[in-house]
């Protein structure tokens, strides 16, 4: 006899069930008897019935299901994250799994470092990917973070504008000194934005070692520009060679997305 494959449907279905028992008898409690006077006027008992019978569904319990183990269920934590992504059944998927990743940065026993590149590999959105790079790096191993800088040069260089400074704001938020190294030809891009948020992207990724890249800028003509690169300069001038070469479990929780619907 095969073990049975649990899906996301049941995780969903085990956070509601609590919610679900708790109402039903809760609205036992509140039905009169036969021999009690109703208490309730005609209109209140309409309000009430017009009332949706859904529950909210419970995010934190979702994340927390994630997390552990159960008997029965045979899969690794690795194998229910990739279930739960692939089946995509709630807006907050990506959000979940990002923060459930991160949980266990620093618990390779429940979430393997072949787990983390496995997921990697079977992922296409870039926010889910770069926290699973970031907790490899954070125990050690940059491949991943030079992957997924490495996958991001092709809009780097993009003909396009806005491309180029969707890229740069997606290293931005590595916090890796790859990273920053990828991003300095744009320094001197001709498109005021994209350098701009290049000098952004700096800030947020490079070290002393890149301090000397913005000296001429520092005297630019446009106020802007010589403004961010001094505040870029005073950010990174305290920053040892060694500092961003692996990501800490701090900058892995600034840039979680959002788990508020609708974010």
């Known amino acids: ?108 026993d429940a979430l393997s470092d072949p787990e983390l590149v496995d997921l990697y590999g079977n992922q296409t959105d870039s926010e889910l990917k770069r926290v699973i790079a970031q907790v490899l790096s954070l125990r050690g191993d940059n491949h991943l973070l030079d992957k997924y800088v490495a996958e991001n040069l092709g809009a780097l260089h993009s003909d396009n504008p806005a491309e180029r400074r969707k890229a740069l704001q997606l290293l931005a938020k590595t916090h890796y000194v790859g990273a920053a190294n990828a991003l300095l030809p744009l320094l001197k891009d001709g498109d005021m934005s994209v350098k701009l948020d290049a000098l952004l992207a700096l800030r947020a990724t490079g070290n002393e070692s890149h301090t000397q890249y913005l000296e001429e800028l520092r005297g630019d003509a446009d106020p802007s520009v010589s403004w961010l690169a001094n505040d870029a300069f005073t950010s990174l001038q305290y920053l040892s060679t060694k500092a961003r070469t692996r990501v800490i479990s701090a900058d892995i929780a600034a840039e979680l997305p959002s788990l508020a619907p609708g974010s």
């Open 1 to 108: 006899m095969t073990s049975p494959r649990y899906s996301n449907k049941h995780l969903l279905i085990a956070a509601g069930v609590g919610a679900t028992i708790s109402f039903t008898v809760s609205m036992l409690l509140l039905t009169p008897s036969a021999h009690e006077e109703p208490v309730a006027t005609r209109e209140a008992a309409g309000l009430a019935a017009e009332q949706p019978a859904n529950h909210t569904l419970d995010l934190e319990q979702v994340r927390k299901d994630l997390s552990t183990r159960f008997i029965g269920d045979p899969r690794t934590l690795g194998e229910k994250l990739r279930d739960f992504v692939a089946e995509d059944s709630i807006a907050q998927t990506i959000p979940i799994a990002c923060k459930v990743i991160a949980d266990l940065a620093e618990n390779a």
